[in-house]
């Protein structure tokens, strides 16, 4: 699973932090391609597995703010 | 038009109509009602995917996106008038400030001392009434 985050209207360190936070439902990796953070999410756990893209991009989103 | 599948709505945001922080104030406020993600591939819109927590009809997304655009208009709105009466909220703060400094400095000023002693207070009785009570008693 694969999410783009636009360099331009996310900020790395909210997304690392919702990585730390999101750690034990999946294994993260990040990646920075052109104007893009791509974050790929793999072993995902079972019980989230459809909804924990877009939580993970509230969250991130929720951690732009402070 | 809007595209709607997925449970999700995908509109376009005009940056010269509105501008970032009120996409992002409009976006804060949504986050509890529905899953948001922002992009832009050019650099004067933004794309806003909208996608219902719970299942909605295509009507329902549509209303969740003129929820959305209202809520970017008050967020509008409120930013410029924040602009607008950026210099009269400076003045009135430092009107204030003064004031309360100005009010400290003249509080100090006539703050009455003990060592004044305006009512006497201090002058031993011996000095005011010395001889006279030595006759009462």
């Known amino acids: 699973m694969l999410i783009n985050f636009n360099k331009n209207l996310y900020r790395l360190k909210a997304i690392k932090l919702a990585i730390k936070e999101y750690q034990n439902l999946a294994n993260f990796s990040l990646k920075q391609k052109r104007n893009y953070i791509q974050v790929e999410l793999s072993n995902i756990d079972k019980s989230v597995r459809k909804i924990i893209k877009d939580e993970f991009c509230n969250y991130v989103f929720f951690l732009m703010k402070s | ?137």
Do not use: C, H
């Not at chain 2, 509109?11 to 529905?34: T, W």
């Not at chain 2, 909605?56 to 967020?75: A, C, D, M, V």
């Open chain 2, 1 to 137: 038009m809007p595209i709607k599948e997925n449970n999700q709505i995908k509109f376009r945001v005009n940056l010269q109509n509105y501008p970032m922080e009120a996409i992002y104030g409009a976006a804060y406020v949504f986050l509890s009602k529905a899953y948001l993600f922002l992009d832009n591939k050019s650099p004067e819109k933004i794309e806003v995917f909208l996608k219902g927590k719970k299942k909605f009809n295509k009507k329902q997304l549509e209303e969740l996106k003129g929820e959305f655009l209202n809520e970017l208009l008050n967020y509008t709105v409120r930013i410029n008038l924040s602009k607008n009466n950026k210099k009269i909220r400076e003045y009135i703060i430092s009107q204030a400030l003064y004031s309360a400094f100005g009010d400290d400095k003249v509080n100090k000023e006539d703050e009455i001392k003990y060592e004044d002693d305006p009512l006497g207070i201090a002058i031993p009785w011996e000095d005011k009434y010395g001889k006279e009570i030595e006759k009462t008693i």
